[in-house]
């Protein structure tokens, strides 16, 4: 039996905790700066951006974020709630008809002691599972294997937010 190698070098990045920081906010620059695809931006409009994770737990992890700079949902408007969980429910119409997941997460983390990354800003991830995506990649090597190129799952999901 040959072996097989998995190659993700980009992870690496992340996994050491050197991936780059950058100032300001992700959801507020990213919409507005540069090229939509670069920045992994799927969509943007007044109410809500979508963008892909650009250090995802799975192929397909989608961000969803109010443009509105808040940290609790609480905080939005009763329009802006609406169409920001309405982006959510499109995200995830999105992820089932193009990778055909068993099943979700979607969930947001509020505050740092909840696990929130970015806790300055409120986002939801919606995460596409399978059975068997957890192997021991994760738990001996502390690495996840994305099998799909972030720009590749980028292409296939813009289609959805034309």
């Known amino acids: 039996m040959s072996h097989r190698v998995l190659w993700a070098p980009w992870r690496m990045t992340y996994v050491e905790g050197n991936a780059p920081r950058r100032g300001g906010c992700i959801f507020c620059d990213l919409p507005v700066e540069g090229d939509p695809r670069e920045n992994l931006v799927l969509h943007a409009d007044e109410h809500a951006v979508v963008m892909l994770n650009r250090y995802p737990y799975n ?11 808040v940290a609790d949902p ?9 169409a920001l969980m309405d982006h959510v429910r499109r995200g995830m119409a999105a992820l089932r ?14 505050g740092t002691a909840a696990g929130a990354g970015i806790a300055a800003h409120l986002h939801w991830h919606l995460v596409p599972r399978w059975s068997g995506d957890t192997n021991f990649m994760p738990v001996v090597g502390e690495v996840k294997v994305i099998p799909q190129h972030l720009l590749d799952t980028y292409d296939l999901l813009k289609r959805h937010y034309t």
Do not use: Q
Not at 59 to 69: C, E, F, K
Not at 97 to 110: I, K
């Open 97 to 110: 008809e193009t990778f055909r997941p068993e099943g979700m997460n979607v969930g947001a983390n509020l």
């Open 59 to 69: 192929s397909g992890h989608l961000m969803v974020a109010p443009r509105r700079h």
């Open 74 to 82: 609480l905080e939005l408007p009763d329009d802006a709630w609406t």
